[in-house]
């Protein structure tokens, strides 16, 4: 009976009310959905970055990480357990030290490299073995950049570590070659050839070394033969001036004529020092000075035995391009020179030779370089100029 009775009380659902509900309840979903509170994901990585995340991230890098870059937890992690000295010996120090050094080494960044093979050296650890393998990859790195007093030096340290070290030792013969020492170099080849009779390499590297010390001994014996030749010929040089009897501005105290005495004091015949001709004559630089137009000329190679007028003749063989009224030719002009102190004025007889003109006791040189004042005939500069005098 109870069960009729329920039956009697349960609704029938039409198709039309059930669409009706389905549809209520629709709305009433949209509707909660919709005034659900919205909130930003902000723990993930940024759309336009993500790329660039992901390769801070060890397992997904490209590259190692520059010095000053942000590390992720991660990378710290890792460093620290492969660089912390609370999480590794001195040796495992070393050689993690010597890993990144290679690494670089095999990528051409020979000075990261150094840097690497440089702080796997400071740990100091005590296996001679390792720190002689550090030694000689540094003295490799410092090799292809060409550094090779730093490479030599490394070598040498290797091989106190490791005295049977043939690349140290190979290595540490090239680089004596190239700073050309040569008696080291075939001393460290002997040294390897005892080990390595048959190599052909060092052999070779021998063989030259023992050649460029054959031709740095005859150069440098050349060198001191020229340098004594030129010796004998200042000496000479200084005696003949001093025999000759003419007057040079000393730069010392001890009123000794010297070297130094005789080299030009003006950059444009700074290499025209006073010298001797095959026939052991006196060729001078010569300056010659304008006052009235501040206009300097330089005669690089002026003989002893030349008449002045020669040199004049070809001086103003065209007339100088300052000279544009072309007063100074040979007919209109008169030549001086400044005597002791400066003090005095004296004409010169321009069919004189330069070695008689620098006989004159009122003559003297100044820097090496004998000088003329040139002047035009009975100009107001002329006689402005005498006047100073």
């Known amino acids: 009976m109870q069960g009729d009775e329920i039956g009697e009380k349960r609704k029938v659902w039409t198709d039309e009310e059930r669409l009706e509900l389905a549809a209520k309840l629709d709305a009433e979903l949209d509707e909660y959905i919709n005034n659900l509170e919205k909130k930003s994901y902000t723990e993930g990585w940024p759309e336009d970055r993500w790329?660039?995340?992901?390769?801070?991230?060890?397992?997904?890098?490209?590259?190692?990480?520059?010095?000053?870059?942000?590390?992720?937890?991660?990378?710290?992690?890792?460093?620290?357990l492969k660089y912390g000295e609370d999480e590794n010996t001195p040796e495992e120090l070393a050689n993690n030290y010597k890993e990144d050094g290679n690494f670089n080494?095999?990528?051409?960044?020979?000075?990261?490299a150094i840097?690497?093979?440089t702080t796997g050296i400071k740990t100091k650890c005590k296996d001679d073995n390792l720190m002689a393998q550090l030694y000689n990859n540094r003295a490799a790195a410092h090799f292809m950049l060409q550094n090779y007093r730093s490479c030599l030096n490394d070598c040498k340290?290797?091989?106190?570590?490791?005295?049977?070290?043939?690349?140290?030792?190979?290595?540490?013969?090239?680089?004596?070659?190239?700073?050309?020492?040569?008696?080291?170099?075939?001393?460290?080849?002997?040294q390897f050839?005892?080990?390595?009779?048959?190599?052909?390499?060092?052999s070779k590297l021998r063989s030259n070394s023992v050649i460029a010390k054959e031709r740095l001994q005859r150069d440098k014996r050349k060198q001191e033969r020229t340098e004594k030749k030129s010796d004998k010929e200042d000496e000479k040089l200084l005696e003949t001036i001093s025999r000759k009897g003419i007057n040079l501005e000393l730069t010392n105290d001890k009123q000794k004529l010297e070297l130094r005495d005789l080299e030009p004091q003006v950059p444009q015949i700074a290499q025209s020092r006073v010298h001797f001709d095959e026939k052991d004559k006196l060729v001078w630089p010569v300056m010659i000075l304008y006052p009235e137009t501040q206009q300097?000329?330089?005669?690089?190679?002026?003989?002893?035995?030349?008449?002045?007028?020669?040199?004049?003749?070809?001086?103003?063989?065209?007339?100088?391009e300052w000279d544009v009224k072309h007063c100074y030719t040979i007919e209109n002009i008169n030549v001086y020179f400044e005597g002791k102190n400066k003090c005095s004025i004296h004409k010169v007889d321009i069919q004189s030779t330069l070695n008689e003109i620098l006989r004159d006791k009122q003559f003297i040189v100044r820097g090496g370089t004998p000088a003329f004042l040139i002047l035009v005939k009975s100009s107001e500069a002329e006689k402005h100029f005498l006047a100073n005098y």
């Open 51 to 80: 790329q660039e995340e992901m390769e801070k991230h060890p397992f997904f890098m490209k590259k190692p990480p520059e010095p000053g870059d942000e590390l992720s937890p991660l990378m710290e992690g890792l460093q620290q």
């Open 105 to 112: 080494y095999k990528y051409k960044k020979y000075r990261l």
């Open 115 to 117: 840097l690497g093979y």
């Open 157 to 190: 340290l290797a091989l106190k570590l490791k005295s049977q070290y043939p690349k140290a030792l190979s290595r540490a013969a090239t680089c004596s070659f190239h700073i050309k020492d040569y008696d080291q170099c075939i001393d460290l080849c002997d």
């Open 193 to 202: 050839l005892d080990q390595n009779p048959t190599d052909k390499t060092i």
């Open 296 to 320: 300097t000329d330089f005669i690089q190679n002026f003989h002893e035995d030349t008449l002045l007028i020669e040199q004049l003749i070809e001086l103003f063989e065209e007339p100088p």
